[in-house]
């Protein structure tokens, strides 16, 4: 066996770029890398995703990925601090 094995991958040198070159920037040129996110399981589909804040940080939203229901969520104060919520 060789002493430096061909199969070890140093994800150092990706300098937080993606395998696909991709470098976490969205259409509109900001990074989602850090952005707070929420997790919804879409009950009309069967299916989970998640859904950013808005750049204002006022309120997170975001449409399922299947059907596109919108839904949005408020951020303030007396809120919860869960990350899991369904949509229905």
């Known amino acids: ?16 770029k993606s395998a696909s070159g991709a470098d976490g920037e ?7 890398r850090g952005r707070p996110w929420i997790a919804v399981d879409w009950q009309c ?5 998640r859904i950013y804040r808005t750049a204002d940080g006022t309120c997170y939203k975001g449409k399922c990925p299947s059907c596109g229901s919108f839904v949005q969520a408020q951020v303030g104060e007396g809120g919860t601090s869960k990350r899991f919520f369904q949509a229905k």
């Open 45 to 49: 589909c069967h299916v989970y995703s």
């Open 1 to 16: 066996m060789p002493q430096d094995p061909d199969y070890i991958l140093d994800i150092a040198s990706l300098n937080g």
């Open 26 to 32: 969205n259409a509109e040129g900001s990074s989602l």
